[in-house]
Each structure stands twice: as structure tokens, then as C-alpha cells.
């Protein structure tokens, strides 16, 4: 689904109009990215949480150059689905169920 898809079904079930729900649902991704960036995780209770994850410092190679290179210790932003969403999830592949 991409955004625009996303943006059409909620205002086809709240009856709000494109436009007013194109500037909320624009505001909820950039508060949560301005909140990531501060290095506030946010939890939606009954669907999920956006956290920042601590990716440690490793070797790699670089097959192209044949060296060795160390890539650095990273944050990443992550999601991490709650419980609920994930049985959820997990009911409709047992019963065969696709979109």
C-alpha cells in the first residue's frame, strides 16, 4: 500500500476530506521522525512501537578491493509490532487468508 492508497482508504472510512487527511497523516509521520531523531521512542499501545536500535561496530569486506573495512556503530530507526498486531497477523496466515 503506498501512501496515497493509505490516505484515500482513511478518508473513505472517516468521510473527512483528501486533502485534510493527506496534512494528518503527514504530521504523524514527520512527529514521529522529529521524535526518533531526539532519540524518543513512540508506542502506539495495541499496534506497535518506533524505536531506535544501537547497530554495533563490525568488519566487513569489500569483495570489490579484496580489504577489510570496519563499518562504524550506527542507530537505526526500527518498528517493532505489538503483541496484539502480531497474533493478528499471525491468525490470518494460519486460516490461508491473503490480501
Known sequence: MTKAELISQI???TG?????TLSVV???MESIKKSLEEGENV????????IIKRRAQKKARNISK???ITIPAHDIPAFKP???FM???GK????????
Open 11 to 13: 478518508a473513505k472510512q
Open 16 to 20: 473527512v476530506e483528501k486533502a485534510e
Open 26 to 28: 503527514t504530521a504523524y
Open 43 to 50: 508506542y502506539l499501545r495495541g499496534f506497535g512501537s518506533f
Open 66 to 68: 579484496n580489504t577489510t
Open 82 to 84: 505489538a503483541k496484539v
Open 87 to 89: 497474533e493478528a497477523i
Open 92 to 99: 490470518k496466515k494460519k486460516s490461508g487468508k491473503k490480501k
